[in-house]
């Protein structure tokens, strides 16, 4: 196991207090590694590439929040994927913390894993800024910082995430569509919002908005916040409703089986909604498609934090890799439902349903992922 020295330790204390050039990745020219997999988000992706290291290695995941069902199976995604043999023999060690959603926390934590001489750290940020500290200090010990999911505004760290951005336009122009269908141009939507301050919930909702205003249609949105909790999005959505009356649409970044079992609780109508990609959900719209229910299901799934772990080992092992590494939409449609294919009527409705990656090699099974826990390795 590889640690550390004293001498290191303390070197990198005194650089932080200093003007000192930094390590850290080599900016090169592409293409990168294993290109079906680690694809890079657009034709101006630079490239970097970090010395490489002796394995096995050394790697933690720092989550901040664990509040929703959607971090719960990302932990034991994480913890399923450091167990499955393509990968198992590279880890020497591997840590699961944490910290709630206090930045400070988080950073704190992932300094302590640098200077424990940890070789990468895979982390969903809480807040998009301030983690130029950690950032230094990660180049300084050339270790390898990979934010997923909740990334960072930078382009000095490698980053794996789904197109948010698109996401969300993707969700307004189907309710659009369905609306439009029913010759319905302007109405008034709830937006059940994800947890705030993080870049995840802003960009799906800044692109929700914007093509929406795009169509220049007469619509009225009503925005909760839902956490991407089931029960939360449940409460927020049956107070909107007892508030504002009908909806003609709905577009929830998630806790999505919540916000159709308050519509159904409250006796609400069946309308379109844009939701995410949980098996409650596919359950229900699969059931009452024919009713009204004419969902979209978009999946921003847990088992991203596999394709961080690989990308981080993948790095270690000193190949060039994209900054920023885009992995497709996954996107059904109530018409393309079909259980035992896309959701299954014998797993929990809180399951995320999308976890296969065929480009990178990685199938995580539902049965490997529930039977983990979700509490932290340390």
């Not at 999005?233 to 649409?249: C, L, N, Y």
């Amino acid at each position: 196991m590889k640690t550390k020295s004293v001498a290191s330790l303390v070197m990198a204390g005194m650089l932080a207090t200093t003007s000192l050039t930094f390590a850290g990745p080599e900016v090169v020219s592409g293409p990168g590694a294993d290109p079906t997999c680690f694809a890079p988000w657009s034709a101006d992706t630079k490239y970097l590439q970090w010395p490489a290291q002796e394995g096995p290695y050394r790697i933690a995941v720092v989550n901040g929040f664990v509040g929703n069902t959607w971090r719960i199976q990302m932990i034991k995604t994480a913890k399923a994927y450091a167990e499955d043999p393509s990968i198992k023999d590279k880890i020497a060690e591997f840590k699961v913390v944490s910290t709630g959603t206090d930045a400070p926390a988080q950073l704190g934590a992932i300094e302590d894993f640098i200077n424990q001489g940890f070789d990468a750290i895979v982390t969903i940020a809480v807040s998009p800024d301030g983690f130029d500290r950690v950032i230094r200090l990660a180049d300084r010990e050339n270790v390898v910082l990979v934010p997923f999911d909740n990334v960072l505004d930078t382009d000095a760290v490698m980053q794996v995430n789904e197109d948010q951005t698109a996401m969300g336009n993707q969700w307004a122009q189907f309710l659009i569509d369905e609306l439009a269908a029913a010759g319905k141009s302007g109405g008034k939507i709830l937006e059940v919002r994800g947890l705030a301050g993080n870049s995840v919930d802003r960009d799906r909702s800044a692109a929700i908005h914007d093509t929406f205003a795009a169509t220049g249609g007469d619509w009225e949105i009503v925005e909760v916040v839902g956490n991407w909790d089931d029960g939360t999005a449940q409460k927020v959505t049956a107070d909107a409703i007892a508030v504002h009356g009908q909806f003609d649409a709905v577009a929830a970044q998630g806790g999505t089986t919540g916000v159709v079992q308050a519509m159904i609780d409250a006796g609400h109508p069946m309308v379109p909604i844009a939701g995410e990609s949980e098996n409650g959900y596919r359950k229900l719209v699969a059931a009452r498609s024919a009713d009204g229910l004419k969902g979209i299901s978009i999946g921003q799934s847990p088992g991203l934090v596999a394709i961080a772990m690989k990308a981080a080992v993948s790095a270690l092992e000193g190949n060039a890799m994209p900054q920023l590494i885009s992995v497709p939409l996954p996107v059904a449609t109530y018409d393309q439902l079909e259980d035992g294919l896309n959701f299954w009527s014998d797993l929990p409705d809180n399951f995320f349903t999308v976890n296969e990656f065929p480009p990178c090699g990685v199938n995580i099974s539902g049965p490997a992922i529930m039977s983990q826990s979700e509490a932290d390795v340390n």
